[in-house]
């Protein structure tokens, strides 16, 4: 499969209705935590509904226990398919999803995210995962409408790398203090002569002033 247009690159806002008919405005790299966005086929189907569900799970820390990396890295889980706002209000309300899941009836952010048609055509909106840093940037993507389960897992595997990104760059040694030093005035390998006595010191230098 060729390499998504968008790693790499920084992810595009989003601002669309969510299930509460309210606009909401998703600006990556905004909050400063990264974003697992995920496209997904239909709302209340079996595969679309294991997905969302695996997502409010992996937040509640009861997917993933020993990691509990959702909650740790702040991750900020939306959803988006094409389906209706009132579709979208019965979904949530059904399976208790804890984060937004937007209607993307017209099709503005499958555009803005190459996102295309699954399964061959037949589904109207592919399967597919985001993994946005906390910059802003899509680290990875993956697009895979068959494999429902592998989207939550895709997510945690990017968080962990993500999180040891942040603890190496913190680990990292600051820059030594002797470079950041202003050299030393004076003249270039000047030495005291052994045994001279402060007085003779001060005799010189009156000397070199007068």
């Avoid at 984060?99 to 399967?127: N, Q």
């Avoid at 939550?152 to 002797?178: G, I, N, Q, R, Y």
Wanted: proline residues 7%.
């Amino acid at each position: 499969m060729a390499r998504h247009p968008l790693i790499g690159q920084p992810a595009p806002p989003v601002s669309l209705p969510g299930a509460d008919g309210e606009t909401y405005t998703l600006t990556p790299g905004e909050k400063g935590v990264p974003i697992a966005l995920f496209f997904y086929p239909k709302s209340g189907s079996f595969g679309c509904t294991k997905e969302a569900c695996q997502f409010r799970d992996a937040l509640a820390a009861r997917l993933y226990t020993e990691k509990d990396l959702f909650k740790r890295t702040k991750v900020e889980v939306v959803g988006i398919s094409s389906d209706p706002v009132d579709k979208q209000k019965e979904f949530v309300e059904k399976q208790k999803l804890t984060y937004p899941v937007l209607s993307d009836a017209k099709g503005e952010a499958r555009k803005a995210y190459h996102v295309g048609k699954g399964l061959f055509g037949l589904a109207e909106t592919a399967r597919v995962t985001f993994l946005i840093d906390s910059k802003g940037t899509v680290r990875d993507v993956l697009d895979t409408t068959v494999n429902y389960s592998a989207h939550a897992k895709f997510v945690t595997k990017w968080l962990d790398k993500l999180e040891a990104e942040e603890k190496k760059a913190a680990e990292a040694p600051a820059a030594s203090p002797a470079a950041d030093e202003a050299p030393t005035v004076g003249t270039p390998n000047a030495t005291i002569p052994e045994g001279t006595t402060v007085g003779e010191l001060g005799r010189a230098a009156e000397a070199v002033q007068a």
